[in-house]
C-alpha cells in the first residue's frame, strides 16, 4: 500500500511540473506549429530515467519505495508519450507532414541520447 501512495504521490508532482514546464517552453517558444513543450519534458525526462537508472542499477542507489516515488511516480507523471503521439497526430491531420516527422525524429533521437547522458552523468558523479 505505501508503494501505491509514493506513485500516486510522484505522478501527481510529475504530472503539475509536466504541465508547468511544457506550458511556460511552449509559450516562449512563440510557435504554435511544433510542440516543443512535450518534446522538452520527454528529452528532460528520459535523461533522469537515464541519470537514476545508472545510479540506481549501478550502485543501488535507491530503495524499492524512492524508485517507485522517482521512477514510477514522477517520471511516469513527467514524461508524455501519449501526448507525443496526439502532439504528432495533429500535425499529420493539419498538413504539417514535416513537422509531424520531424517531431518523431526529434522525439527518438534526443530522447534515446538524454537516456544515454543521463547514465553517462550518473556514472561521473558515483565515481
Same mark, same amino acid.
Given at each position: 500500500?505505501?508503494?501505491?501512495?509514493?506513485? !500516486?504521490?510522484?505522478?501527481?508532482?510529475?504530472?503539475?511540473?509536466?504541465?508547468? @514546464?511544457?506550458?511556460?517552453?511552449?509559450?516562449?517558444?512563440?510557435?504554435?506549429?511544433?510542440?516543443? !513543450?512535450? %518534446?522538452?519534458?520527454?528529452?528532460?525526462?528520459?535523461?533522469?530515467?537515464?541519470?537514476?537508472?545508472?545510479?540506481?542499477?549501478?550502485?543501488?542507489? =535507491?530503495?524499492?519505495?524512492?524508485? #517507485?516515488?522517482?521512477?514510477?511516480?514522477?517520471?511516469?507523471?513527467?514524461?508524455?508519450?501519449?501526448?507525443?503521439?496526439?502532439?504528432? @497526430?495533429?500535425?499529420?491531420?493539419?498538413?504539417?507532414?514535416?513537422?509531424? @516527422? %520531424?517531431?518523431?525524429?526529434?522525439?527518438?533521437?534526443?530522447?534515446? =541520447?538524454?537516456?544515454?547522458?543521463?547514465? #553517462?552523468?550518473?556514472?561521473?558523479?558515483?565515481?
Amino acid at each position: 500500500m505505501t508503494n501505491i501512495l509514493l506513485v !500516486g504521490a510522484g505522478g501527481f508532482i510529475g504530472s503539475v511540473l509536466r504541465y508547468l @514546464v511544457g506550458g511556460w517552453v511552449q509559450q516562449s517558444a512563440h510557435r504554435l506549429d511544433f510542440p516543443f !513543450g512535450t %518534446l522538452t519534458v520527454n528529452v528532460v525526462g528520459c535523461f533522469l530515467i537515464g541519470l537514476l537508472a545508472q545510479l540506481g542499477e549501478k550502485y543501488g542507489a =535507491f530503495s524499492d519505495e524512492s524508485r #517507485a516515488f522517482l521512477v514510477i511516480g514522477f517520471l511516469g507523471g513527467f514524461t508524455t508519450f501519449s501526448s507525443f503521439g496526439n502532439d504528432t @497526430v495533429n500535425l499529420a491531420l493539419q498538413n504539417l507532414t514535416t513537422n509531424a @516527422v %520531424l517531431n518523431v525524429g526529434a522525439n527518438l533521437t534526443l530522447g534515446l =541520447f538524454a537516456v544515454w547522458l543521463g547514465r #553517462a552523468v550518473g556514472h561521473l558523479i558515483w565515481r
